[in-house]
């Protein structure tokens, strides 16, 4: 496979994040070290590189991500992209989820929760979805999906997590994932399904 990955060189169980979203890079790092892989940030190894992400899918803004940050280490690299696909807007906001509105998460999920408003309980159902990718030196290594069905609330609940977790209830859970901590977040979370996948092509690659 292109980028020639090879497991038993010890340095390679390091991955660079992609990211420059500290929660995001919290829920990957843990994902990771229970795989025994460790992580860097991109500000803990010195990399600075912002990449637009206006493509039309996930699989398009991961890929990008990640092979934007491999030229930059001789790393292997991990670039997650995920949004909130709500059914009844036919699965937007999607590839636009960090775009919906201006501001911070909480800005956006109340864009989001006026777009929705007067939406009965049965119509509110939606997913999470995320795509990660791993790249080396310009070439995809490994890529892997997931997804987290739910139902958007009508308020906020709990104060952990980011982006729309305080506004998600999982199917058949009674919590939201801003009320839930990250090992319980981790264990049901489309991006643990996603980073999983992905690092079970690569170790088997």
């Known amino acids: 496979m292109p980028g020639e990955f090879e497991m038993e060189d010890p340095k ?8 420059n979203n500290p929660g995001k890079a919290a829920e990957l790092g843990v994902l990771l070290s229970s795989r025994g892989w460790e992580s860097l940030r991109p500000d803990q190894a010195g990399i600075r590189c912002d990449v637009s992400e206006d493509g039309e899918t996930f699989a398009e803004n991961s ?28 699965g937007a906001p999607g590839v636009r989820t960090a775009r919906l509105a201006e501001g911070s998460d909480v800005d956006r999920t109340e864009a989001l929760l006026s777009i929705m408003h007067g939406l009965a309980a049965p119509l509110r159902s939606a997913q999470f979805r995320s795509v990660v990718t791993i790249a080396r030196r310009g070439s995809v290594l490994a890529v892997g999906e997931g997804a987290l069905r739910g139902t958007i609330l009508v308020s906020p609940r709990g104060e952990s997590g980011f982006g729309y977790d305080p506004v998600f209830l999982p199917a058949g859970g009674k919590k939201t994932l801003a009320q839930l901590g990250m090992p319980e977040k981790n264990s049901i979370s489309h991006r643990r399904a996603a980073v999983l996948a992905a690092l079970e092509e690569l170790e088997l690659a």
């Not at 390679?12 to 990211?19: G, K, N, P, V």
């Not at 491999?70 to 995920?82: I, R, W």
């Open 63 to 90: 890929a990008r991500k990640a092979l934007a940050f491999s030229e930059l280490t001789e790393l292997p690299v991990l670039a997650d992209d995920s949004g909130l696909e709500v059914d009844a807007l036919h």
């Open 12 to 19: 390679l169980r390091t991955i660079l994040l992609a990211t």
